[in-house]
Every structure is written in C-alpha cells, then in structure tokens.
C-alpha cells in the first residue's frame, strides 16, 4: 500500500489565487482568527501529518479487517479509536465550527482542504467525522436552543458523534415512503422502526452517539409533507450534560460491503422494546426541509471524496509509473528498458488523473469559498447571490466529482496493469471504495435531476446564466494573453462554455420534462467538465504571470501545461455531451418495459 502525502502545494495555489482566501478573511466572522497564507499553511501542514502518519497507515489494515459486530455493539477495526482520540484532541473535528459551540470558527474554504486529507488518507474514518459535520449543521440550523445547548458542544469536539437516519428498506430515495413512527410522550417522542444503510449508526470509539431519524407522528399527512426530524441519543442526557441510561436504539447487523469496509453501515432498529425516546427538531412535519441542511453538508462533502480517492489514487499510479521497469521507449529497439513513465499512454493516463483531480480541487474549493460568503457576507444581498452560485453547484460538486473519482481510480488500476488487479498493491481499494460516493447521499442521478429539474429551472436559468458570463468573461480575459499554451487554453474554454450556453438553452426551452430527465447526466456532467476548464484556465492565467517573474517555476509551468491538457483533451467531452443533449430522450425512452 502506497503512502500518502497531502497536496498541500497545489492546495494553497487553489486557496490563496482561485477561491480567494483574503476576501474570505475580510468576513468580519473571522475577524478574530485572523485568517490568512500563514495561518492556512501551517493548519494545512498540520493536517497533512496527521493524514500522512496516522490516518493513512490504517487505510489497508482497516480494509483487510472491518469493522465487526458483538454483543456489545459494534467494534471499530484495530488502531482507529486511537487514531480517532488523537483527530479529537488536536481540534480537528471542530475546525469550521462555530467558537459559540467550541469550534474553531475557520472558514469553510480551510477546513475543506483538511476534509480532502482525512478522505484520501483514509475514506472509512473520514465518513464518522463528515457525517457528525452534517448532524451539528442541522442541530445548528433548526434546533431549539436548549437542543444546542445540550448536544452541539460536544459533538462539535467530537466527544460525541452524530449520524443521519433516512433510509428505511421500503423507502431509498423516495423518503415519501418513510414508515418510522413518532409517538408523542409528555416532552419528547417515542420512536419506533428501522433504518438501514447508516454510517457509523453504532461504534465504541465515543461516549454517546447523537442520531438524527425522520419519523411520521401519528396524525401526520402523507408523503414528505408529513415527516418529522428527532434527536434520539445512544445515551440519554441529563440536564447537566452527563450522561443517563441506554435508549432503546441498537444496531442490529452491519452490511457487507464492496468497499469502505472499516466503515460500520448499520441497519438501526428503534423502539424494539420500550420504544426509543426521541426529541422533535423543530416543528413538526418540516423535518425533511431540516435534513436538507444536512445532506446538502454530506453531498458537497462527498463530491470531495470523489476527489479525495482521485487524489490516492493519481499517488499511487505516479509512484509506481515512475518505478516499474517495462519495455524501451517507442521508436528505440535497443538500449535500456525504461520505467513505464516515459510511455505516450501511461503519460495519457496519468495526465488524466492529474488534469481532473486539480480541476476538481479548484472547483469545490471555490465553492466553499462561495459557501463561506453566503453564510458570513454582511450584505443580504450578497449572501443571497453567493447562496444561489452554492446551490447550482452543490449537484455538480457531487456528481460530477464522484463519476471522475471512480474514472481515475480505474485508471489507477489500468497504470498498474495485472498487479493493479492484486489486492496487495491498493489500487484495488481506491476503486471499491470509490464506488460507492455516486450512491449514498443521493446518486447521480438525483443529483442531475436536482440541478436540471430545480436548481436550473428554479429562476428560470438566471443563475447559471450567470455563471455562463463569469465563464465567458475568464475566456475573453484569455485573449489578452499570450503564448500557445494560453491560445490553446482560450480556445477550448471559448468551444467549452458555448456548449453550456447552448445545452442550457435547449433544456429550458424543452418542454417535456421526460427528456430532460433522461438527458440530465449529460447535461450535470458538461457542466462539471466545463466549470473544471473555467478553474483550470484561471489558474493557467495566475500560473503564466508567475512564470513571467520567475516564481516557483517547476510548479507554475506544471500548472500551465496541466490546463493545456485539460483544455486539449478533456474539455472536447462538452461538444459531445451537447450533442447528446440535443438528440434528446427519445431513442432512451423508445422501448417497452418487456423489450429489455
């Protein structure tokens, strides 16, 4: 199994010159953390240690093992309840969370970067800490005061974890078909059913463990109009904080999985014997409106898994392209063998990886810068047009990454060649992993039919066409500068953005809305691929002006030619995507259900 050593070079590249950290500094929230290069390198440095040295040795050992059930609950594979002690006990479950709860208040844009770290060093820890972010949001946004009071300081050092309860076995995606019960008892709930497929729903390596359940009460009306959302805690909490006796909730079997398999995926049963005692977030029948903050959180968060695999697995195909000897360069029948490195479709393949892994860096990094703005900016006005950019492009950070994350973790496989098919190496893990970010927290196509069906519609393209300009505005900028790399650049963005312009258009005028549906991939993935071409050529422009006064010249021509690359051979995919779109959902619709 390959080491893993964080990007921290190309991050702080993304963080300082793309997404903007000294806009986002000047927030007055973070007037006090005084955020800044110097700040952000020595967090991303610490962080890169403790992926590197800590969290990365248990990624092959935690795969090999599992985790495992007993009479006692579920036991964490060997090595990852220290591991988790020590992620507590320097800060880190708490980085971009509010100081009134105990956090450390950073912005988004950092802690993003350190949540790209726990995932590539080691995806089946990172998910209990991603998961207990999402529950803290929800509490944050729709608790009672007395709720936050209560929960939020210590799930936000991460003394305690919090997990999300939706998915019942009648009822995947279609939370209409929740079947959970609440049933009202003085100043809580009972709680009564099953959930299946929840992350780290049951561990020993905290005290307590906060589950959020969607429930129906019993005079609730049907579909998602009638669920609720309840805090149901592991152990109950006396109103000092301390904690009282075992609540009727238990983890019944953990799944056998494909992948991620240090990471607990537990069927939860409710309200076996007594029922569960459960507390209403908010009101009631608002609860899917509430778990909507929370898995909007884990759907960004896992678009950064996609890259946080794509990243693993570009250093593992890299480190062995470089060492493994195989076959003389093309044209040359005598001499040395040489490393497959130096051969036109390894360099293809891994030129690939590369290109698509820092395109989608750049792309959620700004976002979260986006993210940042609409949440602190002191002018409504602002935080509602950053929100609007947020919500475009929270689908297509999952989407699109995801779908990438498991192209490139192939393409890890495929550089090893037949020892990329042997468990031994790793690459094997990154693409079972891998596999399973474009399903849970809604699939891909949930994400494309949110962002075709919502998000574009919404305001009747506005937004994206917004975004269409920004896009159009850095292709125009292009223009002014110079050299074939910057032409070859400006060209592709030019051909890329009028293929979103000319998608965009034929799905708002389309009017029926099965076609749409049946060509929204396409249409989330053009706009994926050219969002990446839009960052990608930005940082060409920032890269060629360092260049010119002789700054970092290895990494700067790097990240020229990366953006050639990309421009070149991956941004021609939007041409065809259009192309696609255009043909429309008939020939995809054209057969009977008994013709397949």
């Not at 007055?28 to 390198?41: I, K, M, N, R, S």
């Not at 100081?99 to 912005?107: C, D, M, R, S």
């Not at 060093?121 to 608790?143: D, K, Q, T, V, Y």
């Not at 936050?148 to 974890?161: D, I």
Request: overall charge negative.
């Amino acid at each position: 199994m390959t080491a893993y050593f964080a990007p921290t070079r190309d991050m702080q590249f993304v963080i300082n010159e793309l997404a903007n950290l000294d806009a986002v500094a000047a927030l007055p929230a973070f007037a006090e953390q005084d955020v800044g290069p110097d700040l952000t390198e020595a967090v991303l440095e610490e962080a890169a240690k403790l992926a590197a040295e800590v969290l990365a040795p248990l990624n092959k050992s935690g795969d090999t093992q599992g985790a495992s059930i007993g009479p006692d609950g579920v036991i964490p594979a060997d090595g990852f309840t220290a591991a988790y002690q020590q992620f507590v006990e320097g800060g880190w479950n708490g980085l971009g969370c509010s100081t009134e709860y105990g956090g450390q208040g950073l912005p988004e844009l950092v802690n993003i970067a350190t949540q790209e770290m726990w995932n590539a060093a080691n995806m089946s820890f990172a998910l209990c800490p991603m998961l207990n972010g999402g529950a803290i949001e929800a509490i944050r946004h729709a608790g009672s005061p007395e709720q936050k009071a209560l929960f939020l300081p210590k799930m936000v050092s991460g003394e305690w974890t919090g997990t999300m309860n939706l998915t019942e076995s009648q009822a995947g995606s279609d939370l209409s078909a929740v079947r959970s019960r609440a049933v009202p008892e003085g100043d809580h709930y009972r709680i009564y059913g099953q959930k299946i497929f929840i992350t780290w729903g049951e561990h020993n390596m905290t005290e307590n463990t906060i589950h959020l359940v969607l429930a129906r009460t019993p005079d609730a009306p049907e579909g998602v109009k009638g669920i609720s959302l309840f805090i149901v805690p592991k152990f109950m909490v006396n109103a000092d904080g301390s904690l009282g006796a075992r609540n009727d909730v238990h983890a019944v079997s953990i799944e056998h999985k494909l992948g991620i398999h240090a990471s607990p995926t537990c069927v939860m049963a409710f309200g076996d014997q007594e029922g569960a005692i459960g507390y209403l977030v908010g009101e009631e029948n608002k609860g899917l409106a509430y778990m909507f903050v929370m898995m909007n959180e884990a759907r960004f968060k896992v678009g950064v898994q996609g890259l946080a695999i794509g990243e693993r697995a570009y250093q593992a195909a890299r480190e062995y392209a470089k060492d493994r000897v195989q076959g003389r360069p093309v044209g040359t029948k005598s001499g040395d063998r040489v490393a497959i490195i130096h051969h036109p479709d390894v360099r293809r393949m891994l030129m690939t990886m590369k290109a698509q892994n820092e395109a989608m860096r750049a792309l959620a990094y700004v976002v979260a810068a986006h993210l940042d703005q609409a949440r602190h900016h002191p002018d409504a006005a602002q935080r509602k047009i950053h929100q609007a950019r947020v919500d475009l492009l929270i689908p297509v950070v999952k989407g699109w990454s995801t779908e990438l994350g498991i192209e490139i973790a192939s393409l890890g496989v495929q550089v090893y060649g037949g020892m990329g098919f042997v468990e031994e190496t790793g690459a094997c893990q990154h693409l079972r992993d891998s596999r399973i970010t474009t399903i849970y927290e809604g699939t891909t196509g949930i994400q494309a039919a949110d962002l075709a069906g919502r998000k574009l519609s919404m305001d009747k393209g506005a937004t994206m066409r917004a975004l269409i300009a920004d896009i159009t505005a850095t292709a125009e900028d292009l223009g002014q500068a110079v050299g074939d790399d910057m032409t070859a650049i400006r060209d592709g963005l030019r051909d890329g953005v009028q293929a979103l312009a000319m998608a965009t258009d034929w799905m708002l005028s389309c009017s029926d809305p099965r076609a749409t549906m049946a060509v929204s991939v396409d249409y989330m993935m053009l706009t994926g691929y050219v969002c990446g071409g839009w960052q990608m050529a930005r940082a060409a422009r920032v890269a060629q002006t360092r260049l010119a006064s002789g700054q970092d010249p290895l990494f700067h021509e790097a990240k020229l030619l990366t953006a050639r690359f990309y421009a070149e051979h991956i941004l021609p995919k939007a041409g065809a995507l259009l192309r696609s779109i255009q043909n429309g959902g008939t020939s995809i619709m054209a057969l009977s259900e008994e013709q397949f």
